[in-house]
């Protein structure tokens, strides 16, 4: 069996149609997804015959960390040792 890169895992194949103004409409999915809204600017990069498009992060999403003060009870505190083994004091 053959080996699956990351980009393999979260590749999504679409087909965009581009109407009389020029204009590409966002699946819905796809606009949620990237948490794109209504009036977003979305940079874009030409590079060749490859339109790259990168929104972004949405101010909609939230850090991991958010709303957290106290992480006593949920970091590992040799958390250093134990990933990279007897450390120098």
Do not use: C, Y
């Not at 890169?5 to 819905?28: A, M, Q, Y």
């Amino acid at each position: 069996m053959g080996d699956i890169s990351v980009d393999e895992i979260h590749r999504k194949e679409l087909t965009l149609r581009v109407d009389d103004r020029g204009r590409v409409t966002l699946p819905k999915d796809v606009r949620e997804q990237l948490g794109i809204e209504s009036n977003d600017e979305l940079p874009a990069t030409l590079v060749g015959s490859v339109l790259e498009v990168n929104p972004k992060p949405s101010s909609k999403l939230e850090l991991a960390t958010a709303g957290r003060d106290d992480w006593t009870h949920t970091t590992p505190t040799d958390a250093g040792e134990t990933l990279f083994g007897p450390m120098d004091k």
